[in-house]
């Protein structure tokens, strides 16, 4: 049998899978990035031996490649570049350095947005489509874009930075070192941040005045909106339409079938689409309007649609 | 002689000429755009006519087809599709009509401002570039993006409204509909708009004070400006500030090699690039500080930039 090994490396966790050429995931493993790993040799290191141990426990199969999504990942020149996420500093040759320790060819890598929407149009919703962006709403808030059925990269292969337009001039503090950030708004962090901010400004009584800032999760506004919350409803209206402004912009730029929504965040359904599509409705030019779906991803139902997006990058060229 | 057809169609004049491939125009002519001309048909009919005259004036050449640069021009359909300074309303067939008329294939249309941008590529400053953005400063602020050496269409064949960006929430009134669209700060009436702003505002004593809405040019701006002229400085200063914002909003979206700059406000020169580069590199993230590249187009010193830029259309492809 085919199959590919996608992998997909975040700040905290590392997972790695192989993925059939019909999006099936087996013998998935998960380890630290950076607890343990010195250096960055170090990391490859044990992605290797995880690599051994996930082929030597699946039976006879070929392998074709290996995807990797990672943050800041340059697709050109295969390294992650200033990370602001990992604790390995400048230019790191990812690809370089594993393909040496695994003799596995080709090894692709890109960043984990661009790996989403590869993975939309190979497994996902956007089959179809030849020009659509994918949203990646988690802790920030990433961007993939596909324009005439490819990854538009740009000059230096870090196209698709959506999250970081201004959304507020002098606004939020942002990771990045900016004001203002799309991502300090639209995210799972961005919607905390919201709903801290009115727990400040509004009397209204609310669950989520019992949550710490430390504990309180997208995942708990978006069930405290669903129960009614006044405070968490608010929040996701301003999130819309932080985001739904935004996304007109966006639209202006690129004209795109689709725009679709990955993550964490975008499990939320109707209570964020609703206020997203009003306000970027509102300010589309006449010649978008009603015309750009906003849709969820079709990666989300899957065990690890992170590491089959990964996949994709090299199912994309077989 | 190979030799290609430029048609320039703006909502005053429509501009032809004969280009050959080293990009040297002549046998240039031009006539009213809608003066005369009830129905579409009644255009095409004149154009077919100054087309016949322009052949029969020039020696034995072999046309190897046309290209057209037009408002709302769609490339994919090659119609002109709800223009709205053409008094001919809905869909227009523009180039079925003309092939029909003419008998010459093939013919290209698209809108001026990509039209601008794969002029650049074939005879301008982006000959060695393949991902880069002509933004037309006119009557009002068009915009042609390249990504890995082809123009971006998007989904619809209306990529590139980079001018309808929101630049100022509830801010001036726009002709597309919407308000505080870019094009309404940054084009030649957006610094006119700006400068009528600040003489309301301001007590500084300005040479502008003598001239009315109608007749104030970008030219006197920008003349007014080098003589020193404190209000002109100022709407050039903050013409830089609205638009270096929203290019750094642009390239988090495309990742640019080069902002190339055309039209008659361009001309300016520094008087407008430098505060453009200022304010765009405030709000730029790190990944993308001083690397973009703001420039002049390299078409502007042509006779006509926006016909040689239609015939580059088609020696694009040949």
């Not at 059925?149 to 870090?158: E, I, R, V």
Request: proline share 2%.
């Amino acid at each position: 049998m085919k199959a590919v090994i996608g992998i997909d490396i975040g700040g905290t966790n590392t997972k790695i899978g192989i993925v059939n050429q019909e999006g099936k995931t087996f013998g998935e493993l998960s380890f630290k990035t950076q607890e343990g790993h010195e250096n960055f040799e170090d990391f490859i290191e044990t992605m290797n031996e995880k690599i051994t141990v996930l082929l030597s426990n699946t039976g006879d199969i070929q392998i074709n490649g290996i995807g990797i999504g990672a943050p800041n990942g340059n697709y050109f020149k295969g390294t992650i570049e200033f990370a602001p996420n990992l604790k390995w500093k400048g230019i790191l040759p990812l690809t370089e350095l594993l393909e040496k320790k695994t003799g596995i060819q080709p090894i692709k890598l890109t960043n984990d947005a661009n790996a989403a929407a590869i993975g939309e149009m190979v497994f996902g919703v956007a089959k179809e489509m030849k020009d659509f962006i994918v949203m990646t709403l988690g802790t920030g808030l990433g961007s993939g874009i596909v324009t005439g059925g490819k990854l538009l990269l740009g000059h230096d292969g870090f196209a698709g930075e959506i999250g970081h337009v201004t959304a507020s001039r002098n606004g939020r503090h942002c990771g990045c070192g900016k004001k203002g950030c799309l991502e300090t708004y639209v995210s799972a962090t961005g919607i905390k941040r919201t709903v801290f901010e009115l727990l400040a400004i509004e009397n209204i009584e609310s669950e989520l005045r019992t949550k710490t800032y430390n504990n309180l999760t997208s995942k708990d506004i978006a069930e405290a909106a669903h129960r009614g919350d006044a405070i968490a409803l608010k929040a996701f209206e301003i999130t819309g339409e932080y985001f739904g402004r935004a996304l007109a912009d966006t639209v202006a730029h690129l004209s795109p079938e689709a725009v679709i929504l990955f993550g964490g965040l975008a499990k939320a359904g109707d209570i964020l689409i609703n206020p997203v599509k009003k306000y970027m409705e509102e300010n589309l030019m006449g010649v978008y309007k009603n015309k750009i779906k906003i849709i969820l991803s079709g990666l989300n139902t899957g065990a690890n649609a992170a590491v089959l997006g990964a996949s994709a990058l090299i199912w994309k060229e077989i």
